[in-house]
């Protein structure tokens, strides 16, 4: 599949002359994820896990099936493993109330990067302030990168959690999770993987990461709004407290008193996002499609002739590592003396999409991108 | 494109460039923040009365070239007004903004301020251009409050 083939399966760049380079905010969707959702609620819509009539056990296989083939495609060791959430920041908020309250004490320490997204910063805010622990930083180098000795400094034996993005929406750095992963472990921390970032241009395997918890969003790989992923070792799930309470994680109820599920309904409460879940299976099938090979080929390209243009140009300062195999495919680059909304607004009037933001306390903006854009 | 070239004109560059109005206030008698946390532009607003008249006003903060010019331009359309003509003025340029106001001769009484017309078919932009209006509708208010008015 050529980049030409491609775009024609994304109805929202027909006969438009856009450039749509957002896509670390949210990806446009192809046609057979549109397809997927149209027949699902033609043909298969009732709720899952309930009735006992045959649409429901159809729509409910359905998706289960999905959950065994996220597993799957994160190698998984189980499909219990895979929880459904709305989106990555209600996977961390998960993991941040279900075992950061749940298990952080007065001196213990949380360990995140400066370059966090929102979502895996807030939340330990809030563990940190209520269980009295202490939240510390992970700066960056020169480089963008946040370099070996830093991971050795800022990790301590008071560590209990590390959270750290795999690849910075901001910058586009690729973390090394392995070696943050190993270096956590020793100091006997657990670690948490923003992989929203990175799942849609790279293969994850969250046995080779030996991440404890993997979170990422749907609608930035393609799949509809709404729907999310939490991967969790099972072992440590299963100690975990449900985060949101009700209809389809309990186990037995009575007035005073509720048992709960085994997983991976103790983590599914109320009627799920169905639609988003199919629409998630229909983007895994696209992705694998064209394949993560492919997919790194085209952005190693388009990424590449970036940086060159943009290099030559005067004006413009970038805000990247120059070790391109640690760089994915955001660019964040700031024209010098003029406010990023001026500079989005004058793109937008040529049809050029791109993100403007603040990244890191310095005045800058980001373009990132994905297969579809030429 | 027609909309963006005369939103970046002349006049609106000059004032987000280098603004004579932007500078500390020494003695103003009202200050107030504006802030909008999405993009993080940020404005300090301040102001000296002479009885019932705008005497004087300046800002500090940061921002783009329409938050930034827009509040320079407001300052010199609002000085020497009294206050009531100011908030006759204000409340035009927001209506103006949000295409509730579109009759030209209405439209006459905010002079340079009128520059900002086409950020009304700019949705993502809005906000920009209302932020020194907002802020000052709000310094207004807190003071007709105090006053019990």
């Known amino acids: 599949m050529n980049i030409e083939d491609i775009r024609k399966d994304f109805p929202i760049l027909e006969n438009r002359k856009i450039a749509y380079l957002d896509n670390g905010a949210t990806t446009q969707k192809p046609l057979p994820v549109l397809e997927r959702i149209d027949e699902f609620y033609k043909k298969y819509n009732a709720n899952v896990h309930r009735g006992a009539y045959s649409l429901s056990v159809v729509a409910s296989e359905m998706y289960e099936n999905v959950r065994a083939k996220i597993a799957k495609f994160v190698n998984a060791r189980f499909p219990e493993e895979i929880i459904f959430s709305k989106n990555a920041t209600e996977s961390l908020n998960l993991i941040a109330y279900s075992y950061g309250l749940e298990n952080l004490k007065k001196d213990d320490e949380i360990v995140i990067s400066i370059m966090e997204h929102h979502s895996n910063l807030v939340p330990w805010q809030k563990v940190s302030k209520v269980t009295g622990s202490k939240l510390n930083y992970m700066y960056i180098n020169n480089n963008f990168e946040i370099a070996d000795e830093e991971i050795e400094t800022k990790i301590t034996d008071k560590t209990k959690i590390v959270g750290i993005t795999h690849v910075s929406n901001a910058l586009g750095t690729i973390n090394n999770i392995e070696k943050i992963v190993k270096y956590a472990h020793k100091k006997g921390a657990v670690v948490v993987v923003d992989a929203a970032q990175s799942i849609p241009h790279m293969k994850i395997d969250v046995q080779k990461l030996d991440a404890d918890f993997l979170v990422f969003s749907g609608h930035k790989m393609l799949a509809p709004l709404g729907i999310g992923v939490l991967y969790g070792k099972r072992e440590i799930l299963n100690k975990m407290n449900p985060f949101i309470m009700g209809g389809d994680m309990i186990e037995y109820v009575y ?20 639609e988003g879940v199919i629409g998630l299976d229909a983007a895994i099938d696209y ?34 590592t120059p070790n391109e195999e640690n760089h994915s495919s955001v660019i964040s680059f700031n024209i010098k003396g003029v406010h990023p909304h001026d500079v989005a607004s004058i793109l937008d009037g040529e049809g050029v999409c791109v993100r403007s933001r603040k990244p890191l306390r310095t005045t800058s903006y980001e373009i990132s991108w994905n297969r579809f854009n030429m | 494109m027609e909309d963006l070239t005369e939103v970046y004109n002349e006049l609106i560059m000059e004032h987000s460039m280098n603004s ?90 905010l002079e340079d301020a009128i520059a900002f017309k086409n950020v009304s078919n700019m949705p993502a932009r809005v906000k920009c251009a209302l932020l020194a209006w907002h802020t000052i509708e709000k310094m207004l208010e807190k003071k007709d409050e105090n006053n019990g008015k």
Not at chain 2, 44 to 56: A, E, F, R, T, Y
Not at chain 2, 101 to 106: A, C, F, P, Q, V
């Open chain 1, 287 to 320: 992705i694998e499609k064209i394949g993560y090979d492919k997919i790194q080929e085209i952005e190693k390209n388009l990424t590449l002739y970036a940086r060159n243009k943009l290099s030559k140009l005067d004006f413009i300062e970038l805000y990247l």
């Open chain 2, 20 to 109: 004579y109005n932007k500078k500390e206030l020494k003695n103003a008698d009202y200050s107030e923040m504006g802030h909008n946390p999405n993009c993080g532009d940020e404005i300090k607003l301040q102001m000296k009365l002479d009885g019932n008249v705008i005497k004087d006003m300046a800002f500090v903060g940061h921002g783009c070239a329409i938050s930034q010019a827009s509040t320079s331009i407001m300052i010199d359309t609002l000085k020497g007004k009294t206050l009531d003509e100011a908030k006759e003025i204000i409340k035009t340029f927001i209506g103006m903004i949000k295409r509730e106001i579109t009759d030209e001769k209405e439209l006459e009484k």
């Open chain 1, 255 to 274: 007035e005073q008193e509720t048992t709960f599920a085994p997983l991976p309904n103790k983590f599914e409460a109320g009627t799920q996002n169905i």
